[in-house]
């Protein structure tokens, strides 16, 4: 399953040939990564001489059955489930009584002390 790719994906390069970025990753979709990883392009697990133990699909599968707090496509477009709030009431912090007589304000629109004006 290859990635949807919203443009075609054709550069030009230094010398002035078109690089077609699309046939070359559908071209070499069956190649080996280069690393230690034992997949190739597409992601499929290979075994022994390259040959395909468990495809893309597989794999995702397994990810995301092992993994249920992920979510799926099915649940974005669900309803969302109304839950019922239950509000407790919140004790509120003593406030503290300031003289707002301390503050001015300045011609610029800065609250400044009195005695700094």
Do not use: C
């Not at 399953?1 to 990753?25: E, H, I, N, P, S």
């Not at 080996?32 to 001489?49: S, W």
């Not at 974005?76 to 509120?92: F, K, R, Y």
């Not at 011609?107 to 009195?114: E, P, Q, S, T, W």
């Amino acid at each position: 399953m290859a990635v949807k790719q919203t443009g075609k994906k054709v550069y030009k390069t230094m010398q002035g040939k078109t690089v077609d970025m699309d046939l070359l990753r559908k071209r070499n979709e069956l190649t080996p990564a280069v690393g230690n990883a034992k997949v190739n392009a597409r992601g499929d697990e290979l075994g022994a001489g390259g040959k395909i133990i468990k495809k893309r699909e597989d794999v995702l599968a397994d990810y995301y059955r092992d993994h249920p707090e992920t979510v799926s496509h099915k649940e974005q477009t669900a309803e969302p489930v109304e839950q019922s709030v239950v509000e407790e009431p919140v004790a509120e912090a003593p406030v503290e009584e300031t003289s707002n007589d301390d503050w001015v304000e300045d011609a610029d629109g800065n609250f400044v002390k009195k005695e700094q004006k």
